[in-house]
Each structure stands twice: as C-alpha cells, then as structure tokens.
C-alpha cells in the first residue's frame, strides 16, 4: 500500500431515518487480499486511502463502484429518494450539491448521505 497519501474519510449512509453499514472490505481482492488505494476494512464507514501518489484525487464515485451500489442524486442502491427529492448529501456538515459521485474525498472528512 501506497504511502504518499494516507488519510481516512468516513461515510455514513441513513435511509428512513436507519444507519446502514458500509460493507466490508470495499476495494480488497478476496482471493489475493490485494488492496486498491481506496478501500474499506470494517464496516464502520471509515474509508483508507493508501496512494503511492502524492496528491492523486479519490471521489465517492470511486468508492461506490468499487461496492457495486449504484448512488446518484437520487438513489443509493436500490432505494430511491421519493418524488421530487434527492439523496441529501453533506460533507463536514456543509450541504453538497451537484452529482455525489464527483464529492472529492478528503482527511478527516465526515460525509453523510441521506434518503427519507
């Protein structure tokens, strides 16, 4: 794992007023235990960045199609947000607007996503 960049943002995703864990071992080769420079260990939402790169950009997109959830403005997995809504996203506390998958992830970055 890379060491130019080491940080670890945490996400936490609430749907209907629930937590709902982020999984596992995001971005970890099960066969190998390879590891991308964007993964997860446990499911406490804390995500590791580990690049051999000084200054190399991770989003959230990368995360989410690392997990093979589907997440836009309007939909995280398989739950949409309801009419005329959308997937309220914040970061540090501060409301994100615009596509979640672009959300630039950052040291110490506190992201929440929310449906409902």
Known sequence: MGTA?????????IIDGTDVPVARNIGVDPATGAMSALHTHEGD????IESDTE??????GQLFVQWGVKLTSRQIGGVRAESGSEVEV???GD?????PMDLT????????????
């Open 45 to 48: 939402g804390t995500i590791h």
């Open 55 to 60: 200054g190399a950009v991770f989003t959230l």
């Open 95 to 99: 409301a994100v607007v615009g596509d």
């Open 90 to 92: 914040t970061s540090n």
């Open 105 to 116: 992830l950052a040291p110490e970055q506190e992201i929440v996503l929310t449906v409902g």
């Open 5 to 13: 960049e080491h940080y670890h943002p945490h996400l936490r995703i």
